[in-house]
């Protein structure tokens, strides 16, 4: 790492976790799941009735075994403990339906942010290190992907009815048919509890950006941080392997922008630890617990 005034920035990292911003961004990270559990509250109600402290408890639990599947794919493995036995397999959906609802609002995010930098930004300096095609074919798959999620999101009822007249998949779409119990009004209010959280999200990563010194205008470092987010929707991960991925991520995005690369590194880590590793490891001491209850 070539940064002339590294002695400088590590004293300013170190002293960054004595700043009321860099606690007040631990903060929100309750907030960001607290939110996650009200939407996979909401999501089981036409299974069943789980309380909003063993919802938080399930979500923490989905994302200590994310940690340790490709791109998260594994989230379900843990909700399922706070999910009664029989009703497991119908709850498989409902995880995915609440994800679509979470990554249309990251594409939609991370296009607008694309489409901000591209056109309305005269250095255009995120695109230096990229070709241009390479941009309009990200900028392309993103607005693609997020029409299609929309129309399956919300026409959901039409998309089980489309499978259900296919007699081999009765048994699949016996599980899937709870998905005709969602009205347009409370596909919307997921929808917009993704929005709450990517907002939180964003607010998150920008406030440590600038704890650690990284100094960029408040609208642009908004739209990278979306283009940030898009491309880490993206990038194929598996679990702790995300970490080197998010930093490079993170350093080609923001250095175009912020001769501060130890500091953008450091923030990759810190929104890394605070909203991920530490609610992983949470959700592992849950798990943890529920096989000790089991056992006794």
Not at 256 to 281: D, R
Request: aromatic share 12%.
């Amino acid at each position: 790492m070539r940064q002339p005034d590294l002695s400088l920035r590590w004293q300013q990292i170190r002293e960054s976790f004595l700043q009321p911003a860099f606690w007040f961004v631990c903060l929100l990270m309750p907030l960001n799941w607290g939110l996650e559990a009200r939407k996979w509250q909401l999501l089981l109600q036409p299974l069943e009735r789980l309380s909003f402290i063993n919802a938080f408890k399930s979500a923490l639990a989905g994302c200590s075994i994310t940690m340790l599947t490709p791109n998260r794919v594994g989230e379900y493995g843990g909700r399922i403990l706070y999910v009664k036995e029989e009703h497991r397999l119908d709850a498989i959906p409902l995880t995915i339906l609440g994800s679509m609802s979470q990554l249309f609002i990251t594409l939609v995010a991370g296009s607008c942010g694309l489409i901000y930098l591209k056109y309305f930004r005269a250095d255009k300096q995120l695109f230096s290190f990229l070709p241009f095609s390479t941009t309009d074919l990200l900028l392309g798959f993103s607005i693609g992907g997020a029409v299609i999620l929309v129309l399956l999101y919300l026409r959901v009822s039409l998309l089980v009815k489309a499978l259900s007249r296919f007699k081999f998949l009765n048994k699949p779409v016996s599980h899937i048919i709870l998905l005709n119990s969602f009205s347009r009004k409370q596909l919307l209010r997921i929808l917009f509890l993704s929005f709450l959280r990517y907002v939180v999200f964003i607010l998150q990563y920008v406030l440590l950006l600038k704890v650690m010194q990284v100094d960029i205008g408040l609208v642009t470092c908004m739209m990278l941080v979306t283009v940030f987010y898009l491309v880490m929707a993206m990038a194929p991960t598996i679990g702790f392997t995300e970490l080197p991925i998010r930093a490079a991520a993170g350093l080609e995005i923001f250095q175009q922008y912020s001769s501060n690369l130890l500091g953008i590194q450091a923030a990759s880590l810190g929104i890394w630890m605070i909203n991920l590793a530490l609610p992983a490891v949470a959700g592992s001491l849950l798990i943890l617990g529920i096989k000790i209850m089991k056992e006794r």
